[in-house]
Nanobody, 127 residues
Framework: QVQLVESGGGLVQAGGSLRLSCAAS????????MGWFRQAPGKEREFVAA????????YYVDSAKGRFTVSRDNAENMVNLQMNSLKPEDTAIYYC????????????????????WGQGTQVTVSS
């Protein structure tokens, strides 16, 4: 089992920044990749970004490219999501997730490919 705890959410004005963190514990040696997803009210959970644990290769949804940066600290078993130039449409609960298997880039954008999930952290961007 892998336990995930997100932190860093909050209320920010449009154009501002937030840094989300996801701390992993338990059987962290099984982590292959970690992803960030978000879910806005009334919408399905959608992919935001992912990072391969060993290589550090990153992937982003188009709306996050150039604004969000995902990074990892293997020694601390932590993944961060730096979010800049935030927009009201970024408002959602943000979740981190872990997959223990190698996935293609396309698969990493699918929530069904992840076995472990955190409880989420709320991000609210005011206009």
């Amino acid at each position: 089992q892998v336990q995930l705890v997100e932190s860093g959410g909050g209320l920010v004005q449009a154009g501002g920044s937030l840094r989300l963190s996801c701390a992993a514990s338990g059987r962290t040696f099984i982590i292959n990749s970690m992803g960030w997803f978000r879910q806005a009210p009334g919408k399905e959970r959608e992919f935001v970004a992912a990072i391969r644990w060993n290589s550090g290769i990153t992937y982003y949804v188009d709306s996050a490219k150039g604004r969000f940066t995902v990074s990892r600290d293997n020694a601390e078993n932590m993944v961060n999501l730096q979010m800049n130039s935030l927009k009201p449409e970024d408002t959602a609960i943000y979740y981190c997730a872990v997959t223990s298997s190698w996935r293609t880039e396309t698969q990493l954008s699918s929530r069904q490919m992840y076995e472990y999930w955190g409880q989420g952290t709320q991000v609210t961007v005011s206009s």
